[in-house]
């Protein structure tokens, strides 16, 4: 996780507010999951959503994320599972998507298997934000011309390839943020690299379903 302070901002930039309803999309460890918790209060909601075309990558995500659940306090997060495409059904109308290192999978076989293509899920995601409503995406930067072949290989995606295929889907982007930027990041060391790993160049998108 990052330091507190990128944190709190993160979660403005994400227009994440007390009451709000947010879908966490790959959820991990939950670390999201509970600070948004934490966020939106008794009020809000958050959908902790494992994909099942990765629910098998880590033991038991779904299991883990309804052991979070359970938690005091956590009465706010509901953990669900589906295929990506299939994300509607299992939710509700949000405020706030939250997409945090995951969308150049979109661009990977493992994502793919099932079907699910970078347009199906942006279209999958317009359906489930409420008009107004935040899709927010923070990944890995790859070098400029890349576009998203580097998805499977280095796990980055180009930033201008996002903003395309999301632009596609109808949404506008709001905001983008340098937070997480890193200019010493040569863009083609493998995110997973020891001499890069937790220090990628990232990139912040703020787009809104008009």
Excluded: C
Excluded at 10 to 34: E, Q
Excluded at 48 to 61: C, G, H, M, Y
């Amino acid at each position: 996780m990052y330091a507190q302070s990128k944190l709190s901002e993160l979660i403005r930039f994400a227009r994440v507010n007390a009451g709000s309803t947010v879908i966490d999309v790959y959820p991990g460890d939950g670390d999201w999951t509970r600070l948004f918790s934490d966020v939106v209060g008794s009020k809000g909601r958050v959908f902790s959503f494992v994909p099942t075309e990765i629910a098998d990558l880590k033991n038991d995500q779904v299991g883990n994320m309804r052991t979070l659940a359970k938690e005091p306090g956590r009465q706010n997060i509901q953990a669900v599972s589906a295929d990506l495409v299939a994300m509607p059904e299992v939710t509700q109308p949000a405020d706030v998507l939250w997409l945090h290192l995951f969308y150049h999978d979109l661009h990977t076989a493992l994502i793919q298997k099932k079907g699910a293509t970078a347009a199906d899920f942006n279209r999958a995601v317009y359906k489930v934000l409420k008009p107004g409503g935040s899709y927010v995406i923070v990944d890995h930067a790859a070098a400029a011309g890349a576009g998203t072949s580097d998805a499977q290989s280095l796990h980055r995606i180009e930033p201008v390839s996002v903003r395309q295929e999301v632009d596609a889907a109808g949404f506008v982007l709001d905001a983008e943020s340098t937070l997480l930027a890193n200019s010493d990041d040569l863009h083609w060391i493998k995110v997973f690299d020891p001499s890069i790993k937790g220090k990628t160049d990232r990139f912040a998108y703020r787009f809104v379903k008009p």
